[in-house]
């Protein structure tokens, strides 16, 4: 349309030897009035989509802020705290394996005393046997659970919930 209305007015021109300025005027005012328009709409278009992607980015640079926040607080990655749960579970199988191989050599050790000595000496060796390993093993349990906190404690922010509660396969003892 716009440049309908051009060639009209260069054919007007050309084709009159006098031509009329009040009409060229004219002309080149609704022309430039609707380039104006025009590009105005265009402008704001592109300014509306302008503000929507800086509000995108600010509201994009907020979560990335919180996220960075939160992983300051945690002070963990995953990968982190994987390992930290995947060594304190090895210890806890580490002493259940060796709970039980004392638990067998108790056993093993009561049953050559009893061959030995005969059924007399049964009920005060067991009762002996089972305060000293019930000693040695609570005593070992609470250094591992103390250790654990200790170790624990500082990335996990506190470690209140350490050695509390039950473990996935139950307890130590």
Partial sequence: MITMRAFLAWRMANDQTKPN??????LYQTVTQQVRTRVEASVGGMRAEIEQL???VSLKMQQS??????????RLSQKTLMRVCYRGWAVVLAVRKDVAAQGRRAAILMHRMIARNGRQMWLPFVQQLIIRTWGHLASRKRA??????KTRSPLLGGGDDVGHGASPGGDLV
């Fill in 21 to 26: 300025v009040e009409e060229m005027q004219d």
């Fill in 54 to 56: 800086v509000e995108n």
């Fill in 65 to 74: 802020q919180r996220v960075l926040k939160c992983a300051i607080k945690n």
């Fill in 144 to 149: 591992i659970l103390d250790a654990a906190s």
